[in-house]
């Protein structure tokens, strides 16, 4: 007779890494956004402060340190979406260490949820 839990374990697994696996397709589209939106920044502040440089136009040289200023939010933003990608390639593992078909259950919505948040 097959092992119904063992089955059911690894259902429960298999939907879990294919949640999880669709969470981190979206966070690695968004990654690439995230990575376009840095170029175009990186590249507008850049010229602008070459431009201003050169022509000695300091409101030119201003802007472009702004610019360059605000690269931050969207590196702290990569870095969020990179920090949760590796906690949802985690959860799979943990998985496999529920121990009883409850916490696997309770192990699932809460994947579900944390999916759900990011």
Same mark, same amino acid.
């Not at 374990?9 to 696996?21: L, N, S, Y």
């Not at 990575?35 to 170029?39: A, D, I, K, N, T």
């Given at each position: 007779m097959p092992d119904v839990s063992r089955k059911n374990?690894? #259902?429960?697994? +298999? #939907?879990?890494?294919?949640? /999880? #696996?669709a969470a981190i397709a979206k966070n690695r589209r968004q990654e690439w956004i995230v990575?376009?939106?840095?170029?175009a920044l990186f590249t507008t502040g850049l010229s602008l402060l070459v431009y201003g440089a050169v022509? !000695? /136009?300091?409101?030119?040289?201003?802007s472009g340190g702004l610019v360059q200023v605000t690269i931050a939010f969207p590196v702290? +933003?990569? /870095? !969020?979406? +990179? #920090?949760?990608?590796? +906690?949802? !390639?985690?959860l799979p593992q943990l998985m496999r260490l529920a121990e009883t078909n409850e916490a696997k259950v309770l192990a699932a919505q809460l994947v579900r949820r944390l999916i759900e948040k990011v």
């Open positions: 374990d690894a #259902e429960v697994v +298999r #939907e879990v890494t294919a949640c /999880i #696996e990575v376009g939106v840095l170029l022509s !000695q /136009i300091w409101a030119l040289l201003a702290y +933003r990569l /870095i !969020q979406l +990179r #920090e949760d990608n590796m +906690r949802l !390639q985690i």
